[in-house]
């Protein structure tokens, strides 16, 4: 099956750091760029990151930079974002999304998301 | 950055309504323009890319135009599982791909 799962999400205190992961399968991981997108409770889609398809490329929002780290490891089909120094407004769910080839980077796949929450 | 602007941000309609959906971009960003449609509780799906190439599996009655800075998403005759909220997102250049507001759209 085509999907993307992710995990890592749960509860954290203000300034502490998290990882998440999302690990794809049914399609050839390694040759899609690949993005995370998050949205708070009760609000819209906000962008967050991207990762080009061999790593050596990475991008963020600027609420995020200097504080969140996104990675893959292609050999097991695995992309991740560390997140740190994280603060009450990062709370949301992340949600993984593949950039489908030929679509004009349209993020045609997305994961089902995993919820972080930041409180003390 | 560019910037997404998306009106309305909701709208109630009644099944069979035909309803558009406008989305502006802050600069130019020729066709990279998708739309996704997202229920409550779950994730976003991809409707339209390319400003107007309709993701595999979609209904016809999604369509989207435009080109530029402008953009429409409409939906020919509204069906009770459109209602929902919807999401332009630009893809030009390069990252960050920004989202507009997003549209809620109710039953009347």
């Known amino acids: 099956e085509v999907q993307l799962v992710e995990s890592g999400g749960g509860l954290v205190q203000p300034g502490g750091s998290l990882r998440l992961s999302c690990v794809a399968s049914g399609f050839t991981f390694s040759i899609h760029d690949m993005h995370w997108v998050r949205q708070a409770p009760g609000k819209g889609l906000e962008y967050v990151s991207t990762?080009?398809?061999?790593?050596?490329?990475?991008y963020y929002a600027n609420s995020v930079k200097g504080r969140f780290t996104i990675s893959r490891d292609n050999s097991k089909n695995t992309l991740y974002l560390q997140m740190g120094s994280l603060r009450a407004e990062d709370m949301a769910v992340y949600y993984c999304a593949r950039d489908g080839h030929g679509k004009r980077d349209a993020f045609d796949m997305w994961g089902q998301g995993t919820m972080v929450t930041v409180s003390s | 950055d560019i910037q997404m602007t998306q009106s309305p941000s909701s709208l109630s309609a009644s099944v069979g309504d035909r309803i558009t959906i406008t989305c502006r971009a802050s600069?130019?960003?020729?066709?990279?323009l998708s739309w996704f449609q997202q229920n409550p509780g779950k994730a976003p799906k991809l409707l339209i890319y390319a400003a107007s190439t309709l993701q595999s599996g979609v209904p016809s009655r999604f369509s989207g135009s435009g080109s530029g800075t402008d953009f429409t998403l409409t939906i020919s005759s509204l069906q009770p599982e459109d209602f929902a909220s919807y999401y332009c997102?630009?893809?030009?250049?390069?990252?960050?791909?920004?989202f507009g507001q997003g549209t809620k759209v109710e039953m009347k």
């Open positions: 997102q630009q893809s030009y250049s390069t990252p960050p791909y920004s």
């Open positions: 990762i080009n398809s061999n790593g050596g490329s990475t």
């Open positions: 600069q130019t960003i020729s066709n990279y």
